[in-house]
């Protein structure tokens, strides 16, 4: 039962554009919607994280929007660089318990 | 700094064989979990467990079982393993009440 869809599968970037993914969520009761980056050979990591009291938080390049009332929410990637190329994770919390539900992932490769 | 450290990089292991995935943490985090990693399911939840001695079914638990004697280590378990097994297990650990999961590098199992 995914709870949390992620789109798009992959995206392809040339250097200094934008990359945009997107996540949509189905429970009201989700508090807490973080983005991991996994590169190859290794596990996810945090890279940023919102609570849906705001709409939108930027740390350097990357930068979570949130719309509640679509209960969807995006990560933008500004100036994408050849390093940022890995696989990216949304995900979900619930206010019980410390679970997280994942999306499916985006396979992001940016070109030089 | 902060690890979570799994035994194996690589395993194979024959059907019907029984698999241990050994996972340690060395922050003290109350919470751990398993989860499997596939290309274009993302990341879906086998077990995690809040307390020493004590585990909860995640959303994929059939064919698996956990033990947590000590609360740094939690291990996942494949009663007889098979084909459909054959994935990427990642471990993850963090602290009650907190939301970010510091991830192992993970163990990528075949069953042949």
């Known amino acids: 039962q995914q709870q949390v869809k992620q789109s798009p599968q992959s995206l392809i970037v040339q250097k200094g554009g934008i990359s945009i993914i997107n996540c949509a969520y189905e429970n009201t009761a989700f508090d807490y919607f973080p983005w991991y980056q996994q590169f190859p050979g290794k596990g996810p990591a945090l890279l940023i994280a919102?609570?849906?009291?705001?709409s939108e938080k930027k740390e350097g390049r990357f930068t979570i929007s949130f719309n509640k009332s679509a209960k969807q929410f995006s990560l933008h990637i500004m100036d994408s660089q050849p390093g940022d190329s890995a696989t990216y994770f949304c995900?979900?919390?619930?206010?019980?318990?410390?679970?997280?539900?994942f999306g499916e992932g985006t396979q992001l490769t940016v070109n030089p | 700094d902060v690890k979570v450290t799994q035994s194996s990089r690589y395993l194979v292991k024959r059907t019907g064989e029984k698999v241990f995935l050994e996972c340690v943490q060395d922050m003290d985090h109350e919470n751990m979990f398993w989860y499997r990693q596939d290309p274009g399911l993302g990341l879906r939840l086998i077990y995690f467990?809040?307390?020493?001695?004590?585990?909860e079914k995640g959303d994929i638990p059939e064919g698996y079982s956990v033990s947590r004697e000590k609360k740094e280590r939690f291990s996942l378990i494949l009663e007889s393993a098979s084909t459909n097994q054959t994935s990427m297990y990642l471990c993850?650990?963090?602290?009650?009440?907190?939301?970010?999961?510091?991830f192992g590098s993970g163990t990528r199992l075949t069953v042949v």
């Open positions: 995900a979900a919390r619930g206010t019980s318990g410390s679970r997280l539900t």
């Open positions: 919102i609570r849906p009291d705001v």
């Open positions: 467990s809040y307390d020493v001695k004590m585990k």
């Open positions: 993850a650990s963090s602290l009650q009440g907190l939301r970010g999961y510091t």
